[in-house]
Structure formats: C-alpha cells, structure tokens
C-alpha cells in the first residue's frame, strides 16, 4: 500500500497565502515519508476548492520537491482541451522527472460548465471523448495533419487515474487498465440513506476488478479524511468547528457531532482512534493507495503539518504501510 496527502487548498487565507501553505503541506508530506500528493480542481467557488490550475500549481511543487509522485485529483476533462492537457502534462512530467500521476474526472458542480461553454447534461459524453484524445495523444497517435505530441509522453499512459461515483465507471477504468479513485465520501442512494460508504464502493471496486485485463496490476485510491491530533479532545474541537461549516443533503442538529462525524466520513481523533475507524472500513483491505486528507474538518496550517506526521509515524504503519525507498518505481503492469 502507497501512502497519499490531498489537498482542496481550502486554507482559511488569500488565495496566494493557500497556495504557499498547500506547497508547504506537500513538502512536510514528502519529509515525513509520504509516496504521493494530490490536489484537486476547482472553478469559481473558493469554499469548495481553492485552484482551477492544478498543473501549474504541481510545477511550483516539483520545484522544491525531489521524491514524492505529485497528482491531480482531479482535473475536470470536460471543461479542457484535451490536446492542452496532453501537452501542458507531458511538459511537467519530464519537469518532474517523471512524477506525475494524472486524474481526471467529469466533474460534479453544473453551474462550473456554463463559462465554458458546456451544458454539464453532456458532461459524460465529452468526457469519453476527451479522455479518448488524451490517450491518443500520449500514445504518438496522429492527431490531425499529422501532428502528433511534442514532447512524447508515453508513460503517462500508465498514470492514468478515473475518479467515478458509480459501478459503470469502475468497469470503465478497469477495462482501460486505469487507475480508479474512490471518494471520500459519497452521496447515499434514497432506497438506502443509512448505507455505509464501504458498502456504496464495494460495487465499484468489484467492477475494477472484474473488467482488468488480465496481466495488468490494480491501481486503486481510496481517499479519505482523517485528522489526527495529539489529544482527542483537540481533534473533536475542530471537528465540530469544520463539520459545522459543512452542507449536508439532510438537516442534523448543530451540537450531534457523532453524527455529522458519521454522515461526512471522518475519520478523526488521537492515532489509536483513527487507526480503530479506518480498520472497520473493508475498502481499504483492497487498495493499493490510501490518501489522506482533512476536508472537511479543515484546520488549521500547524494541526494539518502535525496531522500529517501523526499519519506518517502511527497511523499508517498500523495500516500495513511501509515508506518505500526514493528509487521505488509505481507499476503499472
């Protein structure tokens, strides 16, 4: 198992104060052993996501990381040119050498598509088409005129990950030998509000599994939330200061923290309580990436750098994770 940090860049500052405290998350996760960050694309709504540039942030990153594989989770392929993707990426994964992990997605909030010129009705459309782009793209493939990519990219091929809600995107990432990401949380069926998020993603992950071609190795991500502090009371304190700013689809009363607890997905308190509530999730016995990150407690810059080395000296190794050695290559075959 690989050991992840994510990032919504949600840090209670300016948008260049986020950015710098983000960069700062990252490298303290590179330090503390850490074989991986994300972050994830947002436009327009600064309390959902602080960066619609992921790629360019991830270039900032890599010059002042060394070892840690850098990612996004994810870019919004919809709403990109995917020749640009293709290009911009293959740019950053030789800045990188060759660091990069790519996820991509077909996005979640209708209102982002309008300033782009989408109808989000369309979104999984485009996205198959897009997605078949980029893939043509990294492959050498003539695309139009024939032009084909400059620089080559081809081991992006092998970084490719899909974010997906449902059964029908775990075959899809599977039977194209990509990488699947699972969410953090996830909306509950009505026929099953009480479902737990293991039991909405057992499915998904089933349909992976079922759809990989034979001889190609799994690549699953399971994000989930988690902050650690050193006392339990300090961890609930913030959670109920995060949890409270949270929208939820059904109404909880302001002081049932248990249960806002239960219905965003956290996982939070001292090492031993964190490692107790991830244990009872049977996702993560199947994946091969478990990826932290603090949406949506979201506290403060010293508590998450502190979280992250809680995680990286307790919380993981109770989990099976071993820091693996800076040469280690991810494979894909």
Request: no cysteine.
């Amino acid at each position: 198992m690989r050991l992840g940090f994510f990032s919504r860049l949600l840090d209670d500052v300016p948008p260049g104060e986020r950015y710098r405290l983000a960069a700062e998350q990252i490298r303290h996760a590179e330090a503390a052993g850490f074989d991986s960050a994300w972050v994830a694309q947002h436009h327009f709504d600064g309390t959902e996501g602080g960066l619609p540039a992921p790629l360019v942030f991830l270039a900032h990153v890599a010059a002042v990381t060394s070892r840690i594989r850098l990612g996004t989770g994810i870019i919004t392929l919809p709403l990109e040119h995917p020749v640009r993707v293709a290009e911009d990426a293959a740019v950053l994964d030789l800045l990188t050498g060759g660091r990069l992990e790519v996820g991509v997605g077909s996005g979640g909030t209708p209102s982002s598509f309008t300033p782009f010129g989408h109808d989000s009705a369309n979104r999984s459309a485009v996205y198959a088409e897009h997605l078949a782009v980029l893939v043509n793209a990294w492959s050498g493939a003539d695309l139009g005129a024939g032009n084909r990519l400059y620089p080559p990219a081809p081991r992006l091929l092998g970084a490719i990950w899909e974010a997906t809600f449902s059964v029908g995107g775990g075959a899809r990432a599977g039977r194209a030998g990509n990488g699947l990401m699972l969410s953090r949380t996830q909306p509950r069926p009505v026929d099953d509000p009480q479902a737990t998020l293991a039991r909405i993603q057992r499915p998904i992950v089933d349909a992976y599994y079922e759809n990989l071609p034979p001889g190609v190795a799994p690549r699953i991500m399971a994000s989930r939330t988690a902050f650690v502090a050193d006392s339990r009371a300090e961890a609930l304190r913030y959670a109920e200061l995060g949890l409270g700013r949270g929208r939820l689809p059904f109404e909880l009363p302001d002081s049932d923290l248990d249960q806002r607890i239960a219905a965003f997905d956290v996982h939070v308190g001292t090492p031993q309580d964190v490692i107790d509530s991830l244990r009872a999730d049977p996702t993560l016995e199947r994946v091969t990436d478990l990826v932290f990150q603090v949406h949506s407690v979201d506290p403060p810059h010293p508590l998450i750098l502190r979280s992250i080395e809680l995680l990286a000296t307790e919380v993981a190794p109770a989990l099976g994770w071993t820091p693996r050695p800076a040469a280690t290559e991810w494979s894909t075959t």
